[in-house]
């Protein structure tokens, strides 16, 4: 039995919370803290009703790191679980290391001044956290997260060589606003908006955002939709810790009313993440345009549809040429029902509640240091996605209905 630092009380800490609070006998305490403190009254408020089990709740700012040391030492946590904006990641690893515990996050760090996705802000800790005596586990939401779990067991279980990835994010929902983002808009808008890269050739080759798309079928009849390759960090831990991959790639679907919108937001200025001068006062247009969007954490009460993510993977088995989709598919609104959060917020809460059991029980991260979801043993993190709310199902393509990335029949 341990105690738990939550940080973040948006939409992705909502579900860890009521995740962790679903397991007593693994997460003995736990603490939500976040700006705003009424936020996470309003979360412990639902788990208490839903599970009758207490939260505590605290005000922190997690880019003050003495602030951050200053709460761990009350808290006294066995790990912090770090949901709060990736540009906080690096703070909160410095709190962690000052304070001797624990470390784990749903996405890489982010400088806030720059859409740059990059592991090697947070690689560069190995060496601290090894002295220290303390594990960082980095990534552990959806994708990144059981997108690099799903590959690891694939390569396991199913590869002696693996060759080729394509990770691929169908959100089949419908969430009735003229425009809204599923998770953080500041953070999403940063991602879709940046230059694309995927590896091939040894190294990452840069296209356009959002220039290269196809057309993708879903299994069990999810839909068919639109997706664009963009960049995403999983690619890089991936192509790091499988050096046999010869071309990873990530897609993401998108609707034409999104990118209407997208493509408006962007040609008037409201995507820059630089500072403009506005009635004397320093604002960024990003910043501000997430505060008149629609917050992804409210979404779920009116979400319809399913999402689906996986993997489609190929390489050689025995000499010959496999290939594999290994996917779950999560309908919005029984994460709402369960929960009280839509689908989006529900796939990244669930991983980050089983990296964070796996880590406790001492099956993952097992010495001090910095890793990633690849490095560990994929299966019991496969196990604990049957149990506890997102089922995967793994089929077997033809070489050439992967090339094409035709998973139904």
Known sequence: MSTVLIIGAGGVGSVVTHKCAELPTTFSEITLASRTVSKCDAIAASVSQRYGVHINTAKIDADNVSETVELIKQVEPSLVINVALPYQDLPVMDACLEAGVHYLDTA???PPNEAKFEY????????????????ALLGSGFDPGVTNVFTAW????HFDEMHYLDIVDINGGDHGQAF??????????REVTAPC????????????????SKQFTCPEQVGTYSIYRMYH???ESLTKHIPTIKRAQFWMSFSENYLKHLEVLQNVGMTRIDEVEYNGQKIVPLQFLKAVLPNPGELGKTTTGRTCIGCIIR????????AVYIYNICDHEKCFAEVGSQGVSFTTGVPAMIGAKLLLEGKWATSAGVWNMEQNDPDPFMDDLNKYGLPWTCVELSPEAAKSLSVTT
């Open 108 to 110: 890489n760090y982010e």
């Open 120 to 135: 090697h802000w947070q690689w560069a800790y190995q060496e601290r956290f090894e002295k220290a005596g303390i594990k």
């Open 154 to 157: 694939a390569l396991k279980h």
């Open 180 to 189: 809204a983002t599923n998770f953080n808009p500041e953070i999403n808008l």
């Open 197 to 212: 890269r995927h590896w091939e050739d040894g190294d990452f080759q840069e296209t356009d955002a959002m220039s290269v």
């Open 233 to 235: 960090e999983e690619m």
């Open 315 to 322: 390489g050689i088995k025995d000499g010959k040429e496999k």
